[in-house]
């Protein structure tokens, strides 16, 4: 298959770890005979240090002639850290998502045997945990009419959606659930917000085209706490924009470390594919940071395309990492291993290098084959 890819490395470790990714994605299209083609763009920080816009032109219109974007990410404390900027890399994040009608988000919640230790919780509360969030992208708070008094003492955020937005999300969750565990929770605040109270009368209907998935309601107070205490009740969990936003973020630690929880926003026409941590400048260049929700990325956007198989090589070769200890210092703390390590052993698995010595005995560049 030929695929043009467009690469928004973005801020931060972003660059560092979609270099990760692209290294996979090439050995994937080297062992499976595919044809990959990269186009690198700017987005966030970096592009309104260069452009003044935190979504140039040029970007937008690399993305929309390209099959998928792989991001990394964006932010940068110049930014985070005065709330007077007139611009903000996120901005270009929401904008690219909003000019590609990117409309879902999805964020898999997979636990890792080898990591349950690291886990913040009690291993017999995740053991066997396996989550796919479906967060709406498009509407919602973040992209209401905003507000602020002359005087800056009243600010305001309007929350709107329309039911064909909670319908074509709604319908895709539905779908996945029937290709899961046939479960799906509704996340809402339907006792205090109207807009929550629309969100749930629409996914009932919905919920009657698809008699074999469970339909389940929960307030989103409650389901940050049901995370916690019993997440393995979950199979699909569907819910609004900024809802969705926190608790993707409070699912993935589940795991141990958000540098494994990776994401694929869709919609009709374009996909777009990142992981879901920061831009986390204070690790920019020192190369501890996790390239794997990178490349478990890369692995969405290839199923994105039914390239199924092709995607299990690299969770394959993920889970091979993990279960030799060849992982960066966020995941096991004495670890030695580089962004750049991981990223090179992982390619080398891709590549046929199946078994290597004990971990603890490879150094890139001096694996022995066995």
Known sequence: ??????????????????????????????????????????????????????????????????????????GHPKYDNNPDAPIRPEQGLLAIRKALQLFAN????????????QSPLK?????????????????????????????KTVASDLCTYSVKEIEQIAHMAFKAAQNRRK?????????????????????????????????DFLFVDNAAMQLILNPKQ????????????????????IGGSIGLAASASVGDTYSLFEPIHGSYPAATGKGIANPVASILSAALLLEHFDLYDEAAAIKNAVAASIDQNFCTPDIFADSTYSTSDVGDFIESLILGNETFTNSSNVSIGKSTII
């Open 123 to 151: 291993a017999d509360r995740i053991a066997g945990v396996d989550i796919a969030i479906y967060r709406e992208l498009t509407g919602g708070i973040y992209f209401g009419e905003k507000f602020l008094s002359e005087d």
């Open 183 to 215: 479960k799906l929770t509704l996340v809402d605040k339907a006792n205090v917000l109207e807009t929550s109270r629309l969100w749930r009368r629409v996914v009932t209907q919905i919920a009657t085209e698809y008699p074999d998935v469970a339909l």
């Open 234 to 253: 979950f199979d699909v969990m569907l819910t609004e924009n900024m809802f969705g936003d926190i608790l993707s973020d409070e699912a993935s630690v």
């Open 1 to 74: 298959m030929d695929l043009k890819i467009a690469v928004l490395a973005g801020d931060g470790i972003g660059p560092e770890v979609t270099n990760e990714a692209v290294k996979v994605l090439k050995a994937i299209a080297l062992r499976f005979g595919h044809d990959f083609n990269f186009a690198e763009a700017l987005l966030g920080a970096c592009a309104i240090d260069k452009y003044n816009e935190a979504l140039p032109a040029n970007t937008l219109q690399i993305c929309q002639e390209a099959d998928a974007v792989l991001l990394g990410a964006v």
């Open 106 to 117: 999805i964020r898999p919640i997979t636990i890792y045997d080898k990591l349950i230790p």
